[in-house]
């Protein structure tokens, strides 16, 4: 089993930039696909950003494409996701997911709150 704990989320003006930060437990991280969702008060959760085991492969939504970057260091079981150029649409919950054959996992979510 996993546990994923989210940090990072905060409070920042339209325009500016977040990082939010996601630790996993365990010692087979790199295995594990990571994606980060997000969800908006009265809406479904939704997608965001994914990275493959290795980090080579990355998918963004269209909302947050070319504004928003996804990393890891599975040296540290840690996935990133760096966001820029923040809108007040932005604001959510944002949840980290780790993805594998045999299991999947949610952390408790960090909120990211954007003022315009």
């Known amino acids: 089993q996993v546990q994923l704990v989210e940090s990072g989320g905060g409070l920042v003006q339209a325009g500016g930039s977040l990082r939010l930060s996601c630790a996993a437990s365990?010692?087979?991280?790199?295995?594990?696909?990571m994606k980060w969702y997000r969800q908006a008060p009265g809406k479904e959760r939704e997608f965001v950003a994914s990275?493959?085991?290795?980090?080579?492969?990355?998918y963004y939504a269209d909302s947050v494409k070319g504004r928003f970057t996804i990393s890891r260091d599975n040296t540290k079981n840690t996935v990133f996701l760096l966001m820029n150029s923040l809108k007040a649409e932005d604001t959510a919950i944002y949840y980290c997911?780790?993805?594998?054959?045999?299991?999947?996992?949610w952390g408790q979510g960090t909120q990211v709150t954007v003022s315009s």
């Open positions: 990275i493959s085991g290795s980090g080579g492969s990355t």
């Open positions: 365990g010692r087979t991280f790199s295995i594990y696909i």
């Open positions: 997911y780790a993805q594998r054959s045999g299991g999947a996992y």
